[in-house]
């Protein structure tokens, strides 16, 4: 009876599952079942509502110089900002360093509306009362990548040099519990209780660091980027906190985003 | 101020599809933070109307998740059409969103 059950609900998934999501974890039927279950949220994902509140914030002036944020340059000219999350993070010539997405959009916030840095990383993520600009902001711009493929630059030597670092970090085992990133997405089909953990060292998986983010985290309600989702991966393994929008996560971002280059982003996420 | 509403409505024929997502935190006033009991704050009605015209009211209570979603189907819509969407909460509180009719497949 349990067999027929399990195979019943197996069949079922295969079938709903689009063909795009096979992956090693594709025979699992609990990952699976994850799967159907983002598929069928993401068609109301209240990140839109991010979105909305992201380009407003976005288009209209704010802050200390009353400024908006449509000449920041993401990467593809001022003020462009289709495409530039899925070509980011890449180098910056007048930062000369390699920014993410979220690391630039604080930086214009601070050259071009006069916030001050101190300001905003002093709770720079997401509570259930309360989103940071720069998550809405960065949510807007990661929507008007979606449907592209990933293209992070590698033509740079600081861009190569951070995906180098960013490999480094990746690996480097420390802390109370002697861990890595690696230890849990270094290894084939490895999972926390019933979450399945993908190898971000391989291409086809690493996507999976990239997609969904920035998410909306049904636990809480909150909206999430992917400099929280790092910041928390380091309180996970007991490191010290990395700064906001520090270029260590930069590189980080740089090595999981070209590890996943040319495959398509579909936008902001949803999270359990 | 409460933040905007985002408001999908397409056609199926004659049948607008009307999705409607909603910023709000309802609060079930059963959450503690910090010690102190967060207040109840959640959004007690919503009406829909179709070219100013009701066509959906509800009344909700705070078992709504936060940040809701809400559908549903709109009968002799046709493309052009306006939609608005109206919320109330416990606080009086309010906000009207609207969106044009898009034709679909």
């Known amino acids: ?272 | 101020m409460a933040d905007p509403m985002k408001i999908r409505a397409t056609l199926q024929g004659d049948v607008a599809d009307v999705r409607v997502l909603m910023a709000h935190p309802m609060e079930t006033g059963q959450r503690k933070q910090g010690g102190q009991v967060v207040p109840l704050h959640f959004i007690q009605s919503i009406t829909a109307t179709l070219n100013g015209k009701q066509v959906f009211s509800a009344d909700i209570s705070q078992a709504i998740s936060r940040n809701p979603v809400f559908a549903f189907k709109v009968k002799g819509a046709k493309a052009g059409d306006e939609i608005a969407v109206t919320w109330k909460d416990n606080k009086g509180e309010t906000r009207t969103d609207k969106t044009t009719v898009r034709g679909g497949s």
Request: hydrophobic residues 35%; neutral net charge.
């Open chain 1, 1 to 272: 009876m349990r067999h027929a059950l399990l195979l019943g609900l197996a069949a079922a998934v295969a079938a709903g599952v689009p063909w795009t999501q096979a992956s090693a974890q594709m025979d699992d039927p609990v990952a699976a079942e994850f799967d159907k279950f983002r598929e069928v949220l993401e068609k109301d994902n209240p990140a839109e509502l991010w979105e909305v509140k992201g380009e407003q914030l976005w288009t209209t002036p704010g802050g200390p110089k009353k400024a908006s944020l449509e000449k920041c340059d993401l990467g593809l000219g001022p003020g462009v900002v289709k495409g530039a999350y899925a070509q980011m993070p890449r180098y910056f010539a007048d930062v000369d360093r390699v920014m993410d997405a979220e690391a630039r959009i604080v930086h214009c916030m601070i050259t071009l509306q006069g916030y001050e840095l101190d300001k905003l990383d002093d709770k720079p993520f997401s509570s259930a009362t309360h989103t940071p600009d720069p998550v809405s902001i960065t949510t807007y711009v990661a929507a008007q990548s979606a449907g592209m493929k990933l293209a992070p630059p590698q033509n740079h030597p600081k861009e190569k040099a951070a995906y180098a670092i960013g490999k480094e970090i990746f690996h480097y085992r420390a802390g109370s519990y002697d861990f890595s990133c690696a230890s849990c997405h270094g290894v084939d089909g490895q999972r926390i209780r019933t979450q399945p953990l993908p190898n971000f060292t391989k291409p086809e998986q690493a996507i999976r660091s990239v997609q969904g983010w920035p998410g909306y985290r049904m636990t809480g309600g909150v909206m999430h980027t992917l400099q929280w989702r790092l910041t928390d991966c380091y309180r996970q393994q007991r490191f010290p906190e990395p700064g906001y929008t520090s270029e260590t996560l930069s590189a980080l971002l740089t090595y999981l985003t070209v590890n996943a280059s040319g495959q398509v982003y579909k936008g902001p996420g949803i999270k359990r």
